[in-house]
């Protein structure tokens, strides 16, 4: 008898700790919703503050623009830095440290600085410090990455090579004056030109190949923004505390945490109101609009993502793509292979419905994106899939349910997806199935999911396993595609080569279209072209995702992210 | 005794050596380099990415690669960070106390469980509690820590409010104050109960079945029969020695607490070493990953040192082996 | 805690029971008595079964998405419901098992084998043999298992099979613990008379190993092989939360608790992760009776 009550009690000590664990989240949601009334009647400002933005991996604290690494890093840089100029709710740049004007030639800029913006160290901000960081940046020991940034300037690379002692197209006129003279005439130039100011005092008697790695990078930084750093406690926390002489007015808040959690506690987190606001995934936001003190808020982001066709090679020593694989060159296959996705019900699978389908890779918040009226929509349709695939003399010969090429030879697409996330599996056995289901026999690449470096490694190498592969981006602000998509582009993975794609692609960036209607003309008939091509099949672009304690108010989001005006956030209790 | 030590600590240096070996082929057959990876396209561009590779010596042949981090090792020079930009050895310094705190509580806390547990199982073998005891241990070792992490978490962070969720430390307090070491504490002791008392498992066997065994010894049965209690055989004879080969556990635990806490250190956001492990592993950050695979090793190797000496000590046998 | 390691005492044990005859018998009839041993077995063996046989007779697709049917709770059609990608758990757990079970009794073995060997080999002889012995077990007892495991994972994986990576990087990373372990009851059980007295009539040694001192020794060994089949069933689970388990798309018990790590799913899609969470929980406690029920019949002292 003994014996049997023991095994009783050993199983009810596991179910009960099961049901534990479903009850806590259960009635802690009830009495958060109780309390959450009386909060919302409540909403007036208060002074100070202190609010908790929680980031799932650790800062690598290296908190200098030019610099840093991880994203991470770069939201705390983003509370304690500010720009020559911002970019608006439209993804267009607009004058914020600075104003500027163009020359004659469109290759000269002159920038006029605002007067008394303060850095942290109570330094005034003065052109100097912009010079330093462009100096700096086109240093030959420079060891950041973001030298890209200055390339365009004329004599950055006379510098970096070691033949000049500085860049010959940086003219200081006076403490609030600079112009900049590029090399070469290009529309983005602007955009493409380093924006953060260093501050020169602060850094002084550091030499550049010890920068990155000095204390006054990493503990002590010192910045434009409305925060400043406070303290670092590496893996963990970085706290920030206001900084009162910010140039656009006294920030509201008092503090800022940044702190480190782990995925899995999140939602915890932010329903118990340690956590005040974080960048949120799909998975999590079901939960979160069930909490009524926690708002998410959706906008349509710079990112997306699309499924990868290899066309053929890149020669890394040429640094040119050639197009000498023929298994995707049917643009009919093509087409049958969009047609055949679901991408509606993928979204709603798997990203909780937080993603918009598109057509072409420019992603809806640009403003050069095309209307969806001048696109093909290529909804899911796998019986006009089908007829595509007959239509283009892909047919099942050998009677084993999936088509042959039409050369009646065997036919089958490895497809590659990396691992990471659990819907990772799930979304990429959606594509699979899908293809099968029309007849294209697709096998996932390697037979499991692959590791996400490895992946990103055999992607740049061109690895044969990875006949069709799914990818994402996030392509900031600047609308160009050329980066991605252009023929020679080493993130063209695809190794897609189309004669008209770079001819249009350069068009757009050529003087005639400094006129804007003119250059969004162009962007649109290469969207067009792509939409017809479908060099790589277009799936959704992504929604960026916040979760938002109501305690927490002024924020402002856009495409760009949350922390534009930071010194405007407030709290109400 | 001395002289069987010395051959000891000497006996390591072969094995660290092809320990290096071994540990340096890994990372380099892992696929890939902290240049490779995740492309932010507006940040990076490929002439970067040759330049650094070149730069710090991922072209150089393999061999001279080895010499060069071999060399530089034993001077105490760990190499640099590529995501933290700073000295391995600083990044390791910084962490390695945490992770040592918390394998410290959670071992006192295994011990303080394990043996209340086996010394009542030992002593009432096959009973109700006794088995109680067995299930509870199995299924601590049953439920994945990341499981019991989580509920944890839900359960005695959220719903009670009794302990922290994440980190080491209340954000803002000084190191060196009174508030600063209580809260150390706070943030240590949950995930150290997780730790502790799903590791209780093997001690707590070990223990029963070894108090089963001495009982039945010859002076156990002595001491019976001279009068002496139950409470003080079982306190003081047998404890004492079946507390002899628990000790030899303990030199085993050391790298294996270190280095098995990946997992809790993840849930918790707990800044140790082994949350840098795997930090480092998604960053490809080869300094960092090679040196903490250096450094459990020779841990290991200090441990099971240590627990072979204490055994030599308490089993003279051992020794003349 | 990965400090124990296995045993396949049961063929060892079986292959004796032929030579002695009556201790083994006597044993069986013991452990046959043992009510919690014999529930546990049956627990233990059923479920083998059901990994073996049960992909017979599903009738769900564990691969396809469903994605008219997600997240369902349980009903008739699917008895545990379904997961996030609209596919029966209960057939998941089935295949499951396939994989959790191959990898834990694989483990196992290979631990066992390898460990009683390198351990008797190193104990029996003593001197230059064990000092070899011994210090080839250092070597790889000196390697942080996880930190390991991960490391192998990410260079093996798509070179070799899913599972058998994670098994063979296991198995190979695991064994030392046991041999040290058997080595040193080893070393203390052959200073017994009864050894002694084998070899001064001249019994060869692989005889005294087998047949003297291995029953002798069959109870340190069955703990260690019951806390090694459970540490490497947990292991499996451990290593799916660090993406170093088994490839996703094989369904284990390991990956379908991966699940749990959303909270959403934790705290709100109980059935999802409850089903795995209670197989491996009621796998390594039925393994643990089995192993006391063992352990106890063999023993001529124990009391029942």
Not at chain 1, 10 to 36: H, P, Q, R, Y
Not at chain 3, 219 to 229: D, E, K, P, Y
Request: hydrophobic share 40%.
């Amino acid at each position: 008898m003994k014996k049997k009550s023991f095994w009783l009690i050993s199983l009810l000590l596991v179910f009960s700790m099961f049901l534990a664990a479903c009850n806590s989240g259960n009635e802690t949601s009830g009495n958060e919703k109780d309390g959450d009334k009386e909060e919302a009647n409540t909403g007036e400002p208060v002074e100070g503050g202190k609010v908790t933005l929680a980031v799932t991996t650790a800062p690598e604290g290296v908190f200098e623009a030019a610099y840093y690494r991880s994203a991470v890093d770069a939201q705390i840089l983003e509370f304690t830095g500010d720009e020559i100029y911002q970019v608006n709710d439209d993804l267009e740049y607009e004058p914020d440290l600075a104003t500027w004007e163009i020359s004659e030639d469109k290759l000269t800029y002159t920038f006029k600085f605002k007067e008394g913006v303060k850095w942290h160290n109570g330094e005034e901000l003065t052109v100097e410090d912009w010079q330093f960081a462009l100096e700096t940046m086109a240093d030959p020991d420079y060891d950041g990455e973001r030298f890209n940034y200055v390339e365009g300037i004329k004599g950055a690379k006379a510098k970096k090579d070691g033949k000049a002692d500085s860049i010959e197209g940086i003219k200081v006129i006076d403490d609030y004056t600079i112009a900049i003279t590029f090399e070469e005439m290009k529309l983005n130039n602007l955009e493409n030109l380093w924006s953060h100011p260093m501050p020169k005092k602060h850094f002084e008697g550091i030499a550049v190949a010890d920068l990155g790695e000095s204390e006054q990078v990493r503990t002590n930084p010192v910045g434009l923004g409305p925060f400043k750093v406070k303290s670092v406690k590496p893996g963990e926390y970085v706290e920030l505390e206001k900084f009162a002489d910010y140039y656009k007015g006294e920030p509201k808040l008092d503090s800022v945490v940044v702190k480190v959690i782990d995925a899995s506690v999140a939602n915890g987190a932010l329903q118990n109101g340690e956590v005040d606001i974080m960048e949120v995934i799909p998975n999590q936001v079901e939960e979160l609009e069930k909490m009524n003190h926690i708002t998410v808020e959706e906008t349509t982001g710079v990112g997306y993502s699309y499924i990868g066709l290899r066309f053929g090679h890149r020669d890394q020593e040429a640094r040119t793509n050639k197009d000498d694989i023929d298994k995707f060159k049917n643009k009919d296959l093509r087409h049958a292979l969009l047609y055949a996705i679901d991408r509606q019900a993928m979204i709603d699978a798997f990203l909780s419905g937080k993603g918009k389908v598109f057509n072409t890779v420019i992603p809806s918040t640009f403003w050069i994106a095309a209307d969806e009226s001048e696109l093909t929509q290529y909804e899911y349709n796998p019986e006009k899939a089908k007829e595509l695939l007959a239509g283009a003399g892909y047919k099942d010969v050998d009677g084993d349910g999936f088509v042959e090429d039409p050369d009646g030879e065997p036919f089958s697409i490895s497809f590659g997806h990396y691992a990471g996330n659990a819907t990772f599996e799930g979304r990429s056995q959606a594509i699979i199935q899908s293809w099968n289901d029309i007849g294209v026999k697709t096998e996932l690449a390697t037979g499991s999911l692959i590791e996400f470096n490895l992946y990103n490694d055999m992607k740049t190498e061109d690895d044969e396993a990875l006949e069709a592969f799914f990818g994402s981006w996030s392509t900031g602000s600047d609308p160009d595609p050329s980066g991605l998509w252009a023929n020679n582009a080493e993130w063209n993975f695809g190794r897609w080569v189309n004669e008209e794609n770079d001819k249009l692609l350069n068009e757009a960036l050529s003087e005639k279209a400094f006129d804007k209607d003119y250059r969004k003309e162009v962007y649109v008939e290469w969207q067009k072209l792509f939409n017809e091509e479908i060099p790589a099949i277009p799936l959704w672009e992504n929604l960026d995702l916040y979760g938002i304690n109501k305690r927490l108010q002024g924020v402002h989001i856009n495409a760009v992210g949350f922390q534009t005006n930071t010194h405007e956030w407030y709290v109400t209790e | 005794m001395l002289q069987y030590s010395l051959r000891r600590i000497l006996g390591m240096i072969p094995l660290l050596f092809l320990t290096s070996i071994v540990v340096f082929t890994l990372a380099k057959f892992m696929p890939g380099d902290p240049f490779g990876g995740e492309i932010d396209p507006s940040n990076t561009n490929p002439e970067y990415i040759e330049e650094m590779r070149e730069k710090l010596g991922y072209n150089d042949p393999i061999h001279i690669q080895y010499i060069r981090w071999v060399t530089n090792f034993v001077q105490g020079d760990f190499g640099h960070s590529t995501a933290h930009k700073i000295p391995v050895f600083d990044l390791i310094v910084d962490r390695l106390p945490n992770t040592i705190f918390l394998a410290i509580v959670s071992l006192i806390i295994t011990y303080i469980f394990a043996f209340a547990m086996g010394m009542y199982s030992g002593r009432r073998p096959y009973t109700w509690g006794d088995n109680l005891i067995a299930g509870y241990n199995y299924v601590g070792l049953a439920i994945p820590s990341f499981v019991a992490g989580i509920i944890a978490i839900y359960f005695f962070s959220f719903q009670l409010g009794w302990f922290p969720f994440a980190g080491s430390v209340e954000v803002g307090l000084q190191p060196g104050t009174w508030d600063y070491y209580i809260s150390r504490m706070h943030h240590v002791l949950l995930p150290a109960l997780i730790l502790g008392l799903m590791g209780t498992a093997s001690y707590t066997q070990f223990l029963r079945n070894d108090v089963i065994e001495n009982s039945r010894k010859d002076f156990v049965r002595t001491a019976r029969a001279k009068g002496t209690s139950e409470s003080a055989i079982y306190n003081k004879h047998i404890l004492r020695n079946s507390m002899i080969p628990l000790i030899t556990f303990l030199g085993f635990d050391i790298a294996t607490l270190i280095g098995g806490a990946v997992i809790t250190e993840t849930i918790f956001t707990y800044p140790g070493i082994g949350l840098l492990f795997l930090e480092s592993v998604d960053r490809r950050d080869y300094a960092v990953l090679m040196t903490i695979t250096m450094l459990l090793s020779f841990l290991t190797l200090l441990g099971n040192l240590i627990a072979d000496l204490l055994y030599g000590i308490v089993d003279p046998r051992i020794r003349l082996g | 805690m990965v400090k124990a390691s296995l045993n396949t005492d049961g063929q060892v044990l079986i292959k004796n029971k032929q030579k002695q005859f009556s201790p083994w018998k006597l044993a069986r009839k013991k452990f046959l008595k043992n009510k919690i041993a014999m529930t546990s077995l049956f627990v233990f063996v059923s479920f083998v079964l059901i990994a073996v046989f049960g992909p017979l007779f599903t009738t769900h697709d564990i691969t396809r998405i469903n994605f008219m049917s997600m997240n369902l709770p349980p009903s008739a059609e699917h008895w545990f419901g379904t997961d996030t990608n609209g596919r029966d758990i209960f057939t998941r757990m089935v295949y499951g098992a396939r994989t959790s079970l191959l990898i834990g009794l694989s483990c196992m073995t290979f631990i066992i084998v390898i460990g009683t060997i390198v351990g008797a080999i190193a104990g029996y002889n003593g001197g230059k043999i064990d000092q070899i012995f011994m210090r080839i077990t250092d070597f790889v007892l000196n390697f942080p298992f996880l930190v390991f495991v991960i490391v192998l994972n990410t260079i093996l994986v798509g070179k070799v099979s899913g599972v058998w990576t994670l098994i063979l990087v296991i198995s190979l990373l695991s064994w030392g613990g046991v041999a040290r372990i058997v080595r040193s009851r080893f070393l203390s059980e052959k200073e017994n008379e009864y050894v002694l007295a084998a070899k001064s009539i001249g019994t060869r040694p692989i005889k005294i190993i087998g047949k003297h001192i291995l029953p002798n020794v069959a109870s340190t060994i069955i703990v260690q092989a019951t806390l090694m089949l459970a540490v490497t069933i947990v292991a499996e689970a451990g290593l799916s939360f660090l993406g170093s388990g088994v490839p996703a798309n094989i369904p284990s018990w390991g990956n379908m608790l991966f699940e749990a790590r959303d909270s959403d799913v934790l705290r709100n899609k109980t059935w999802i992760w409850v089903p795995p969470a209670a197989a491996i929980t009621i796998t390594i406690l039925a393994i643990n009776f089995i192993g006391e029920g063992i352990k106890d019949a063999l023993n001529p002292k124990s009391r029942r």
